[in-house]
C-alpha cells in the first residue's frame, strides 16, 4: 500500500470483502456433499472415481476447470489430479483375511495399503453385507480401520472395499472383497510341517520316506505357493493375527521344520535365504550339537536370520500326561535353555509324535507358550485353539500336485 494513499479505508474494506465472497463461492461450493450411492451411510461418494452407475453426470469438483490464478483453489481441492500418473494402490495386509470363517469376536477390521492414502472419508467407497453398524478410522496414512457392531455367529460377512485413494490421487489396482464370519471352520493359514529335507530315490524304508521331501520337491512347493498367490509368513504373524486381529498378507502360509535335522539346514535353509522367506525350527534343547543335530551356532544363525526357534520338549518325548516336575523339564527347561542359548523369546511349542491333551496345553500356557501345534492335518486355524494348531505334514512324494488339493485356497 502507497503511503498518503488517498483511497478511503472503507473502499478498501468493500473490496476486500466483494472479493473474498466471490473467491469464497466456489471454494465453498466444492466439498459440498456429493451425491450418496454408496451403501453404507458413514461416506460419501469420492468424487473422482464414479461407482458404476453411480454419479449422476460429471462430478463438479473434479471437472470445473480451476482458475490456474486461484493458486489456493488448487490446495484446497484434495480430488485435484496430479499431472504424473499416480501409482495404482495395492492392499499389503488385511484382517481379516479372506474366508476366515471364525475371526476373533473382537477384532476390527483392518486394511493396510502400500503408500500414503488420501485419509478423507469421502475417498473410500466401501460396504459390509448384511449391513452391519461400522464406523472408519486411520490408524496411519495407510492404515485404514472399521469398527463393526458384535458380529453374529454363523453370519457370512462380505466386505467389499470398491475405491480408496492414494495421496498422489492413484485408484486400487483392483477392488477388494474379504468373506469372513465368526464361529465357523476357522481362518485359511495352512502350517505346513518338514523333517528331513534330503534327496532319495524313493527306494529307502516306508518310515523314512514318510518324513523327508527332496529339495527339488521343497523348491516345487515354494514355486507353487507363489504361484498360487501365497504369502510365507512367521508363525509369530500367524499367531498376532488369531490372538490379536493384527493384519496378514492375503494367503498366508507357515513353514516349520520339526527336530532339528542338519539336513533342512544345509538345503532349505540357503532356498529360503535367497527368497527371503521365513520358517520355524522346532528343537529338543536335550540333542542339540549330537550327531546329526543342528548345533547351537546354528542355531544362533538362524534366529539372526529372521528364523524362528521353538520347542520340542526338552527331550523327544510324548507331553500329554505329564506330572508337574516333568513340566518344568519338558517345557519349562526346553524354554529357558533355548533362550539362554539363541538370546531369542520361545514362544511355541510342537508337541512330539503329535501327542496333545488339554492338561498339556494348560501346563504350556503356564510357562508362557502363546501357542502350540499339532500334527492335525488341517489347513485351518481357530482363536480358540491356539494350544491346538493343526498341520499340515509334508512327506516324500509330496508332489505339488498333491500339496496343492491339502491347501485351503
Ligand atoms: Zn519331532
Known amino acids: 500500500m502507497i503511503p498518503g494513499n488517498r483511497v478511503p479505508l472503507l473502499a478498501l474494506i468493500m ?17 459440498a456433499p456429493a451425491p450418496a450411492s454408496v451403501a453404507h451411510p458413514l461416506l460419501t461418494v469420492p468424487q473422482s472415481s464414479p461407482t458404476p452407475g453411480g454419479s449422476p453426470g460429471p462430478s463438479p469438483a473434479v471437472h470445473a476447470t480451476p482458475k490456474p490464478s486461484l493458486a489456493v483453489t488448487a490446495t484446497l481441492a484434495p480430488t485435484a489430479t496430479p499431472t504424473p500418473t499416480p501409482r495404482p494402490v495395492r492392499v499389503l495386509r488385511s484382517c481379516p483375511i479372506d474366508g476366515d470363517m471364525d475371526l476373533l469376536a473382537a477384532a476390527p477390521i483392518h486394511i ?5 492414502m488420501d485419509n478423507d472419508p469421502s475417498s473410500v467407497i466401501w460396504s459390509i453385507t448384511p449391513t452391519l453398524e461400522s464406523r472408519v478410522e486411520w490408524l496411519a496414512p495407510e492404515h485404514l480401520l472399521v469398527r463393526t457392531a458384535p458380529r453374529e455367529a454363523g453370519v457370512e460377512y462380505r466386505i467389499v ?4 485413494r492414494s495421496r498422489e490421487g492413484g485408484g486400487l489396482e483392483r477392488p477388494l472383497g474379504l468373506t469372513f464370519g465368526q464361529g ?20 529307502e524304508p516306508a518310515d523314512t520316506l514318510e518324513w523327508t521331501v527332496s529339495p527339488q520337491q521343497f523348491v516345487a512347493h515354494l ?57 520355524t525350527f522346532f528343537v529338543c534343547p536335550a540333542y542339540i550339537g549330537d550327531f546329526n543335530v543342528l548345533s547351537w551356532e546354528q542355531l544362533r544363525s538362524l534366529v539372526e536370520d529372521g528364523f524362528t526357534i521353538g520347542a520340542h520338549g526338552y527331550e523327544h518325548v510324548k507331553v500329554h500326561a505329564l506330572s508337574p516336575a516333568e513340566a518344568e523339564v519338558q517345557f519349562g527347561l526346553a524354554k529357558r535353555r533355548l533362550e539362554e542359548e539363541t ?6 511349542f510342537a508337541y512330539p509324535f503329535g501327542w496333545f491333551s488339554r492338561r498339556a496345553a494348560a501346563q504350556l500356557a503356564a510357562y508362557g507358550y502363546r501357542a502350540a501345534l499339532t500334527i492335525n492335518p488341517w489347513g485351518y486355524q481357530k482363536p480358540a485353539d491356539l494350544m491346538y494348531l493343526n498341520r499340515i505334514r509334508m512327506a516324500y512324494g509330496e508332489p505339488a500336485d498333491e500339496l496343492r488339493y491339502k491347501l485351503p485356497w
Do not use: K
Open 223 to 279: 514355486n507353487l505357493l507363489e504361484e498360487l498367490g501365497a504369502h510365507v509368513v512367521s508363525l509369530g504373524e500367524a499367531v498376532d493375527y488369531l490372538q490379536r486381529g493384527e493384519p496378514l498378507p492375503p494367503r498366508p502360509v507357515v513353514l516349520t521344520f520339526d527336530d532339528g535335522n542338519p539336513c533342512a539346514y544345509e538345503n532349505a535353509v540357503p532356498v529360503l535365504r535367497e527368497r527371503g522367506l521365513t520358517a
Open 112 to 116: 493396510v495399503f502400500d503408500q500414503p
Open 15 to 31: 473490496a476486500y470483502v466483494v472479493a473474498g465472497a466471490l473467491l469464497a463461492r466456489p471454494l465453498l461450493a466444492a466439498p
Open 343 to 348: 538370546g531369542a523369546q520361545v514362544e511355541f
Open 184 to 203: 465357523g471352520m476357522g481362518a485359511p493359514i495352512p502350517i505346513l510341517m518338514y523333517h528331513h529335507i534330503d534327496p532319495l530315490d524313493g527306494t
Open 161 to 164: 472395499l470398491e475405491a480408496a
